[in-house]
C-alpha cells in the first residue's frame, strides 16, 4: 500500500522519517556486503529489485493518493534477509516514484508501508517459528510465507485504514466501502504469491533463499 505525501501535516511525514531512516541505517550498517561478493548473489538480490519495481508497477488506486498492489516483501526477505531486503524493497520504490507513479513526498510513507514494516514483521514471525514451530519443510512454507503474508496485509490494512480514519483524512464509510470489504480478497492474492514463489524458489533453487537450510529442514524428516 503506497500513500501520496499529499494526505498528511508535514508533520506526520517527519514521523514516518523516523521510522524508516533508522530502518535504513542499520540495514547499510547490517547487510552481508560479503554475500553480494559473489556474483551469482548479486544477480539474485539486483533479480529481486527488478520483480519487485515490475510487481508494484501494477496498482489499483483505492482513494486519491491511497495505492494498493501486491508487495512481495515477504519472499524478498526470505530470500535475503532483513537487511538486503530492506535495500531491495527501497531501491525498487525510488525507482517506482522516478516514474511518476508517486510523488516523492510520498516516499517516507510508502517506504514505512510497503518495505520497512513488511521486511520487519516477516523477520520476527521467522524467528517466532524457529523458535517454537517444528523444523520441517511445509511449516517453513505454510507459515512463513503463507500465513505470514496474509496476517502482514491484515495487520498493515488495519494500521492504514485507521490512520486514515483516525486523521480524518477519507471519510469512514469510503474507506470501508472500497476497501475494508475487499481486504479479504486482497490478503489472498499477497499470501498466494509469496507462499507459491517461497516453495518455488526453496525446491529449485535453495542456494537463494537465506533463511532456508536442508539440513535444518529436510534432513532426517
Not at 537487511?83 to 516514474?99: D, H, K, P, Q, R
Not at 507459515?143 to 477519507?170: D, H, Q, R
Request: glycine share 6%.
Amino acid at each position: 500500500m503506497e500513500l501520496s505525501g499529499s494526505l498528511f501535516h508535514p508533520a506526520w511525514l517527519a514521523l514516518f522519517g523516523l521510522l524508516v531512516f533508522p530502518a535504513l541505517f542499520y540495514a547499510l550498517r547490517w547487510a552481508d556486503w560479503e554475500r553480494l561478493k559473489d556474483q551469482r548473489q548479486q544477480h539474485v538480490w539486483l533479480g529481486v529489485i527488478v520483480f519487485l519495481f515490475f510487481l508494484w508497477n501494477m496498482r489499483v488506486e483505492i482513494q486519491p493518493g491511497f495505492f494498493w498492489h501486491l508487495t512481495g516483501m515477504v519472499v524478498a526477505t526470505l530470500m535475503l534477509r532483513w537487511s538486503l531486503a530492506i535495500l531491495a524493497g527501497t531501491i525498487a520504490l525510488v525507482a517506482i516514484t522516478a516514474t511518476g507513479l508517486n510523488d516523492w513526498s510520498g516516499l517516507l510513507p510508502s517506504l514505512f508501508f510497503v518495505v520497512v514494516l513488511p521486511a520487519s514483521l516477516t523477520q520476527v514471525i521467522l524467528g517466532l517459528s524457529r523458535a517454537y514451530a517444528p523444523k520441517h519443510f511445509f511449516v517453513y512454507v505454510l507459515v512463513n510465507a503463507f500465513l505470514a503474508s496474509g496476517v502482514i496485509f491484515l495487520l498493515e490494512g488495519l494500521l492504514v485504514v485507521g490512520g486514515l480514519a483516525m486523521l480524518e483524512i477519507f471519510p469512514w464509510h469510503e474507506l470501508k466501502q472500497n476497501f475494508v470489504y475487499m481486504v479479504p480478497m486482497m490478503a489472498f492474492p499477497e499470501s498466494m504469491l509469496n507462499g507459491w514463489l517461497t516453495a518455488i524458489v526453496v525446491a529449485y533453487k535453495p542456494h537463494w533463499i537465506c533463511s532456508f537450510s536442508d539440513e535444518e529442514y529436510l534432513h532426517g524428516k
